[in-house]
Nanobody, 119 residues
Framework: QVQLVESGGGLVQAGGSLRLSCAAS????????MGWFRQAPGKQRELVAR???????????NYADSVKGRFTISRDNGKNTVYLQMTSLKPEDTAVYYC?????????WGQGTQVTVSS
């Protein structure tokens, strides 16, 4: 069982920045593929960014087209933490952001953190 705890959400004006953090339990964090999803009111949950474990050949990242160039996902295996640096925020980025971990074939989710971008 993997527990994920997000932090760093809040209210920010358009054009501003926020950094989300997600602390994971477990002694093999470096083997997890980590990601961030978001869900806005009335919309489906969508992938924002993902970072692989990098065990074989360095971590790789991928992003939703809507956040490319503005958001950056990173991980610190020594701290069992994954980050989502969000810049140039837009009102349409308003959503609950969820951290996820894929451990072998199992997926785990955090409780979510609210990000609200005012215009």
């Amino acid at each position: 069982q993997v527990q994920l705890v997000e932090s760093g959400g809040g209210l920010v004006q358009a054009g501003g920045s926020l950094r989300l953090s997600c602390a994971a339990s477990g002694r093999t964090f470096s083997s997890y593929t980590m990601g961030w999803f978001r869900q806005a009111p009335g919309k489906q949950r969508e992938l924002v960014a993902r970072i692989t474990n990098g065990i074989i050949s360095g971590s790789t990242t991928n992003y939703a087209d809507s956040v490319k160039g503005r958001f950056t996902i990173s991980r610190d295996n020594g701290k069992n933490t994954v980050y989502l640096q969000m810049t140039s925020l837009k009102p349409e980025d308003t959503a609950v952001y969820y951290c996820t971990a894929r451990v072998r074939r199992d997926d785990y989710w955090g409780q979510g953190t609210q990000v609200t971008v005012s215009s």
